[in-house]
């Protein structure tokens, strides 16, 4: 199969675009700002800033580097499970950064390699199903209807075998990628179950859940229940935020984690503006579920 190895190949397929291009004039403009008030300040608060990514292909391996040299001037790294429990207990002293990565294209195993080189331990979230996918016709429907992306090439068994070798964690993102939100009960029950019965026959076991596409109209409190009662002890959104003490501890089943996504063709005061808005924002709502039972 030809796969695309690089992500210039893949923006060429989509241009950016009139908004895109005022949206990162927009972009200039804060992160200036930013630099010029004194952005460490606002980064080095304290708090658990989780960020994930999708890929690593060549021209962003880096650009990932980059990232992770500057988030270490301000940041400690921690493990995805040790990031949890921080929010859980209220554990949170300094700046802490949970890495992880969504959908387990190929490519994550050159990411989970340089996280280690820099001191880092993520959290990769894969769907079981499409893990040794054997056709070429499997892929591309994967990547169509799924990802919403052009053809890539995904992990096998072996590369997961790399990552836990290397320390990264692994997680649950359903079997198949599914939107939460339109599945019913029973169905996405049979989902976490499998995923779990599969993940743990061919790693050890798994903690950690992150819904596909990753806002609120993609869950539903009857969705987030059933994660917990199938035996994960986090869920993860693609909501902008951070974490703070909440002045109590915190039941799993209340933690909604908020996950930051960073392309790693942005730019670096691109990034570094949303994680210090995180920052200047945060507030123990965030810490919760947009469902009134688990305030």
Known sequence: ????????????????????????????????????????????????????????????????????????????????????????????????????????????????EILTEHGASGCFFINPAIINAGTREEVERFCRDRIHFPLVEFMDWRDVDRLMKLGHEIGSHTMGHSDVATMGQAEFEEDCGQCIEVITRRCGGVRHFAFPYGRFVNFNDTARQTVFKAGFISCASAERGCHIPHGRPLRNDELCLRRDHVGLDWKLGHILHFLAKNARNAGISGNLFPYAQCG
Do not use: W
């Open 1 to 112: 199969m030809d796969f695309h190895t690089q992500y210039k190949e893949i923006k060429r397929l989509k241009p950016a675009g009139i908004r895109g291009i005022a949206r990162a004039a927009v972009l200039d403009a804060l992160a200036m700002a930013d630099r010029a008030k004194g952005i460490g300040k606002d980064l080095g608060k304290p708090r658990v800033q989780f960020i994930y990514i999708h890929h690593v292909f060549k021209d962003e391996e880096k650009p990932l580097a980059a990232l992770l040299k500057t988030l270490g001037e301000t940041h400690r790294f921690i493990p995805y499970s040790e990031g949890v429990e921080r929010v859980l207990g209220g554990n949170i002293d300094r700046a802490y950064a949970c890495i992880s990565s969504d959908d387990g294209l190929k490519n994550n195993v050159r990411a989970a």
